[in-house]
């Protein structure tokens, strides 16, 4: 067991933090530039995580839970509090407790604990909330190619389904199609217009729910109880619409089989008429009508731009184009904020629900994905960016989100965040996966990052790969040297509560320490805290929320302008001598890191659609430090004959003509083949068997590509290519370009080089000594 820490940066707290000792005062937080943040996995599963079949102690005065730093005396059966020093007593069925008779939750290796809060035994209402349920939201604006393969995906995923899992189906183009599955006789349909907005309740009316609910309750009896209970009515539209999928497997399929595409017809010149946001609004009260509070998901499959109704993101002129970022910085796409103004009381409708949204956009043009952002985010749900219905990123990826066992995603419902923290620390924010519950408290920040001005969060859908950002600040009193010189450690404690799939409610308190350190008197110890990678991750969360929210903000200018800061605080150096300066080994890392997220996606749009930006950045704030370190800085691995394969410099140098490279960029994987790789490849030589060895080496990066590809979601792109083909783009844009047009004549032979006038990684560190020396 001894080595598996080292490997696991996250440990059993699955917390990681910028700075791991804490400055003690405001103004000497904000000379350290990069903000006090942790991101957080709440449910990230470790097999060290004992679970407790009994409820947990609270602080009556702050409500934190009893953990592993309380102080306990044993003679008086007391705990207290180490946030708020609140004594407390111990109830009855603790009176064994002694120094060698402790429960789990004060022993001091498990800093994270879960409690089992109810389950179907125990909690009337688990009955029915431990069924998942899948309302599956179908578009019909698409070529009969695209239709079949979407189709036989939606018919895997039902066959892949628990058996007591709901499903519900709706289709939509150009109208809005809800399928009475109940009614198995025949295909039963009603239809809503596409052109205008609908309430939940005119959803509820139309269909024909809560009508029988509402006649059940003056006569008690059965009904009330289940009313009361929150418990779906049987003669209400869960029976109709949504049922079971070992019920209705057979009635979809053949639903399915039956089904055509959108028959409305298309002028030429002009795009299909299709109200995605008509028909996410019918799901979202249609599933607000059966199962309020019950985990649920609408899983929409989108094949091109809305173009009717509310949440319209274009108009139907084929020769009029679809919003660039050009267009939103001028304020040219007219029909942008609106729509994102539909989906944010979508997406406010959908949490007070408890639903959730997942988003499997898949099209040449864009679809909407930066409008629909805000409601995916929100309410915790997955998204996943595709060309088409039949690439290995949509199929691969679909599949996994109903596969069960080790390789599930663990899809968990109706989960809360709660965060208490020591005195003097405020909560800024949280940038990811979820909506502020606007709870107030006294560690609420009057600076507000992400989702702000509360204690407590929403994550109507979380999994165990979920993550999320939080940023603290310090309370600006002067006088809080004071509480640092008696405890010289700061607490925080993370409470996630959550419904697992298997139906459980289950509550994980993670409870961490760290030292406040005088950094006025001595940087050291506040140096040795950094972690360079969970910085780098920060900072590009920080500068994408920036972009979206603050008009004209200039990304590469405030990242250079903090790095130069950063150095000149943290680096050694004479004044105004740029050959003096050097960099703590706790920071050598941070400027390429810095240098490589100038280049990203994530900061320089161009060339990419608003859509795949927003992807790109949803992605970025809800995967976990590692994962969002390689987005940013993509790693690369070197095969060649005569070496194992090892780590290679992101560099234009690391090209060879008899190597293969190995690029994970998280979104795609690239294998590189050298030129004389690809020649000796495309002569046959690895059929022969005297050339063993070089059919080895072949294959070698292809296994390591498919155990990336096995572990990822969403399932990242896979490109093949050859030195000097038009897909080695995909590598090139990613290295730094040390050989450029301008420099060729030093290179080595059979190396590579990028027509660029991007300035290189030496370039961009010989101006930051420079500027980060100026007195």
Known sequence: MSEIPNTDPEGIDSVRMTWNNWPRTKVEASKCVIPLAASISPIRPNPEIPTLPYLPLR?????????????????????ICPFCYQRNHFPPHYSMISETNLPAELYSQYTTIEYTLGDKNHNPVGEFDSKSVFLFVLDTCMIEEEFEYVKSEVKRAIGLLPENAMVGFVSFGTQVQVHELGFSDMSKVYVFRGTKEISKDQVMEQLGIGVAVRRNIPGGGVGAYQQQKGMPMQNSGVTRFLLPASDCEFTLNSL??????????????????????????????????????TGARIVALVGGPCTEGPGTIISK??????????????????????AVKFYDNLAKQLVSQGHVLDLFASALDQVGVAEMKVAVERTGGLVVLSESFGHSVFKDSFKRVFENGEHS????????????????????????????????????????????????????????????????????????????????????????????????????????????????????????????EAAAVVMARLTSLKMESE?????????????????????????????SFTLNSFFSFFPQFMFNLRRSQFVQVFNNSPDETAYFRMLLNRENVTNAAVMIQPSLISYSFNSLPQPALLDVASIGADRILLLDSYFSVVIFHGM????????????QPEHQAFAQLLQAPKEDAQMIIHDRFPVPRLVVCDQHGSQARFLLAKLNPSATYNNANEMAAGSDVIFTDDVSLQVFFEHLQRLAVQS
């Open 676 to 687: 004389t790789i690809a020649q000796w490849r495309n002569l046959g030589y690895q059929n």
């Open 59 to 79: 602080c009556k005065t702050c409500t934190s839970i009893m953990n592993c730093f309380s102080r306990v005396d044993f003679t008086a059966k007391i705990w």
């Open 551 to 579: 008009e004209g903000f200039d990304a590469t200018r405030w990242l250079d302008r903090n790095l130069i800061r950063l150095c000149s605080r943290f680096g050694e150096y004479r004044k105004d001598d740029p050959t």
């Open 317 to 338: 002129d084929l020769s009029d184009p679809v919003r660039s970022h050009k267009d939103l910085d001028k304020d040219a796409a007219p029909y942008f904020k609106k």
């Open 409 to 532: 995603l663990g899809l968990c419902f109706n989960g809360t965040l709660e965060i208490n923290c020591s005195k003097d620390i405020k909560i800024q924010g949280i940038i990811g996966p979820c909506t502020s519950m606007e709870k107030k408290g006294p560690s609420v920040s009057d600076t507000v990052i992400g989702e702000g001005n509360t204690t407590a969060w929403k994550m109507c859908g979380l999994d165990k790969s979920t993550c999320l950002t939080v940023f603290f600040d310090l309370s600006s009193s002067e006088k809080s040297n004071a509480p640092g010189a008696a405890n010289p450690q700061l607490y925080l404690q993370f409470l996630t509560s959550y419904q697992n799939p298997e139906g459980l409610m289950l509550l994980r308190v993670t409870t961490v320490t760290r030292r406040w350190v005088d950094s006025a008197v001595n940087s050291e110890e506040l140096v040795q805290g950094f972690d360079q």
């Open 256 to 293: 399915l089989d039956e089904l055509q595409t959108d028959q409305w017809p298309v002028a030429p010149g002009t795009r299909a008429s299709r109200c995605t946001g008509v028909a996410l609004s019918v799901a979202a009260g249609l599933l607000g009508g059966c199962l309020p509070g």
